[in-house]
Nanobody, 127 residues
Framework: QVQLVESGGGLVQPGGSLRLSCAAPGFSLENHAIGWFRQAPGKEREAISCINVDDSTLNIDSVKGRFTIVRDKVNNTVYLRMSDLKPEDTAVYYC?????????????????????WGQGTQVTVSS
């Protein structure tokens, strides 16, 4: 029923920053749990960050202190702000929504809980 759209990727030098966008054409993201994921060449898709309907968030250890997920209600967009980017961050980045979010728990970092995958946006970190 839902289809998200990612954008904002590109080529950046190590140590640089990018902001990725997750948009929801035709419906509101305000009452949705959203996750960000990435898939590097030859690797499995990996959950990296999520935000619940109460705007509580989780991040995996490798991006803590560098990546921040935030909801912008005015623009109906969930952003992934990335700083101090490293070559190992190179991947296609995806967003999706968890239709079974639990207000009494943290958002989920389990890939199988999510639906509405977009086409992804490429992030390349290289000098």
């Amino acid at each position: 029923q839902v289809q998200l759209v990612e954008s904002g990727g590109g080529l950046v030098q190590p140590g640089g920053s990018l902001r990725l966008s997750c948009a929801a054409p035709g419906f509101s993201l305000e009452n949705h749990a959203i996750g960000w994921f990435r898939q590097a060449p030859g690797k499995e898709r990996e959950a990296i960050s999520c935000i619940n309907v109460d705007d509580s968030t989780l991040n995996i250890d490798s991006v803590k202190g560098r990546f921040t997920i935030v909801r912008d209600k005015v623009n109906n967009t969930v952003y992934l702000r990335m700083s101090d980017l490293k070559p190992e961050d190179t991947a296609v980045y995806y967003c999706a929504t968890d239709p079974n979010w639990d207000i009494n728990d943290y958002c989920s970092l389990t890939l199988g809980d999510y639906v509405g995958w977009g086409q992804g946006t490429q992030v390349t970190v290289s000098s």
